[in-house]
């Protein structure tokens, strides 16, 4: 590059105009971006200079574009806050209904749900009955006859959880002895045949005990010396005829007279064996004769 001649004057003068144009355009560079006064002074607009050549057809804005200044003022501007008060209307207070009150709802009720039955395995052993099915209360000591199948000499006959002394007689038939305490009252007893480790067991069926039968009197009166009464006065309950007793009697071709007293009459079923006490009572009609005195007997009598 050639370097210009400072001692031309012509070079001179050119290299002034250089210097003052580049201050004149500092200066307005200076002007344009910070100002010489006030910040809030506004630069005026220049129109737009129309740089392009005549031949060129595309269109320029005609809106000036803002200048750096204005356009941090707007932003400063809209960015300042708003002071916005809501004030709530004043509404009237809603009146209480005192009668009313929150109910819960009901809870749901959930349907019980009914399990699967399982199957009941089948017993390994099998019984097909117990002999005598059906007996009385208030008897003795009974033996009791089981039959069925596949009896081993392990088992034992079980009723109502309680083991009882059996005999094995074969693998179709068992026998035990019933104690008198197990049949004391009426009712039904469950019976089977189980070992004792219970890894063999049968199936299980029904003992039935019944009320025994009953003497149909009441013991209303007596008849005898003071020493020594041989004849009670007896009354049916169904018809309230009276019919007098001796000691070894039989009524009804079933219960027999053993005992008189003052205070009870003693009769024993001739067939099951079984006591039955008639306390004393005067339960006759107003009037019968079996409510008065005994009389006395004639060999009481002092005179012959």
């Known amino acids: 590059m050639q370097l210009s001649d400072i001692q031309n004057p012509g070079e001179r003068k050119k290299l002034i105009w250089a210097g003052a144009l580049g201050l004149i355009a500092l200066v307005l560079l200076w002007w344009t971006f910070f100002g010489f006064g006030s910040s809030t002074s506004k630069v005026a607009q220049r129109p737009a200079v129309n740089t392009s050549s005549p031949g060129d057809n595309r269109a320029i804005s005609a809106n ?9 003022d707007d932003n400063l501007e ?18 209480r209904n005192i009668f009313a ?20 395995p089948t017993p390994p052993v099998l019984l097909a009955g117990v002999s005598p099915a059906n007996i009385y209360a208030r008897t003795g000591d ?16 079980i009723i109502d959880n309680a083991e009882l002394p059996t005999r094995y007689i074969g ?4 026998s035990a002895t019933v104690p008198a305490n197990l049949i004391a009252n009426p009712g039904s007893h469950q019976v089977m ?26 013991y ?10 041989d004849t009670a006065i007896l009354q049916e309950k169904g018809s309230k005829e009276t019919l007098n007793v001796q000691r070894g009697d039989l009524l009804g071709g079933r219960f027999r007279v053993t005992s ?20 004393f009572s005067v339960s006759g009609e107003k009037g019968n004769p079996t409510q008065r005195p005994t009389p006395k007997a004639e060999s009481d009598d002092d005179e012959p």
């Open 171 to 174: 693998p179709q038939q068992l």
């Open 260 to 279: 008189i007293s003052e205070k009870e009459l003693v009769l024993v079923d001739a067939t099951l064996k079984i006591k039955h006490t008639l306390p």
């Open 220 to 229: 209303v009166g007596i008849i005898g010396t003071r020493r020594y009464i």
């Open 78 to 95: 809209r960015l300042r806050p708003i002071n916005f008060e809501i004030s709530a209307p004043a509404i009237a207070e809603a009146k």
């Open 193 to 218: 045949a189980r070992s004792s480790d219970g890894k063999l067991y049968s199936n299980v069926t029904t003992l039935t005990v019944n009320a025994p039968p009953t003497p149909n009197y009441n």
């Open 101 to 120: 009150y929150y109910e819960a709802p009901p809870k749901p009720v959930a349907n019980p749900s009914v399990p699967t039955p399982t199957p009941t």
């Open 142 to 157: 009974f033996t009791l006859e089981v039959a069925g199948d596949k009896f081993t000499p392990q088992l034992r006959v």
């Open 64 to 72: 000036p574009q803002p200048s750096p200044i204005e356009v941090r």
